[in-house]
């Protein structure tokens, strides 16, 4: 075991325990061995029981959970359009990380947990020469091609994005239960010119 926190029973409110050298231990070592987390509650007798996922009851607003706060490793090669803009040269089109606080935006009220999460962003310039194989589709390079030739006087291609991924959310509902939820195309991971 390399972290154990002991509670008692008879302490009310919420537990913290840092587990960040723990899990960065395990990361650096390189382990095939899978992180597991142990919640053991012997002794608890029947003061408490599990409520796993959909299993358990949400109607109790008092209910437990656990909350655990990850951040994204950074990518360790860089994908023609998933390109970083700390990495980008001359302007070109790029994702820029962008952190959302749910307390800048007033939300912490209602939202549990993540207390934000990067959302992240496309910027950048579309209009440098590109290779065929670099378009999305060839409805794009036709366009492209036209625009070049000043046929399509004033049209610009945008840097946008190309792939986004899910975000979790805890938040209360409108009852007061707590209500976990995955809301797709929240994070883009990857930006290009189309």
């Known amino acids: ?87 980008a040269t001359g302007g070109q089109c790029c994702k820029q990380r962008f952190y959302v606080s749910f307390k800048r935006l007033g939300w912490d009220d209602w939202v549990i947990a993540p207390r934000g999460y990067y959302a992240n962003y496309c910027r950048g310039d579309c209009s440098t020469h590109r290779t065929p194989d670099t378009f999305l589709n060839h409805y794009t390079h036709v366009i492209e091609e036209y625009r070049k030739i000043d046929r399509l006087a004033g049209l610009q291609p945008c840097c946008a994005p190309l792939r986004f991924s899910s975000t979790s959310l805890i938040y209360y509902g409108p009852d007061m239960n707590i209500i976990k939820r995955d809301l797709p195309k929240m994070v883009v991971e ?5």
């Open 1 to 87: 075991m390399s972290s154990s926190l002991g509670v008692s029973m008879w302490s009310l409110g919420w537990q913290q325990m840092d587990v960040t050298e723990t899990v960065r231990s395990w990361y650096w070592r390189g382990s095939d061995e899978r992180l597991r987390l142990l919640v053991d509650c012997s002794g608890c007798g029947g003061w408490a029981g599990p409520a796993l996922g959909a299993a358990g009851r949400h109607d109790d607003p008092r209910r437990p959970f656990l909350v655990v706060y990850t951040e994204p490793a950074a990518g360790r090669r860089v994908r023609r359009r998933a390109l970083d803009c700390s990495g």
């Open 190 to 194: 990857e930006c290009g010119c189309p």
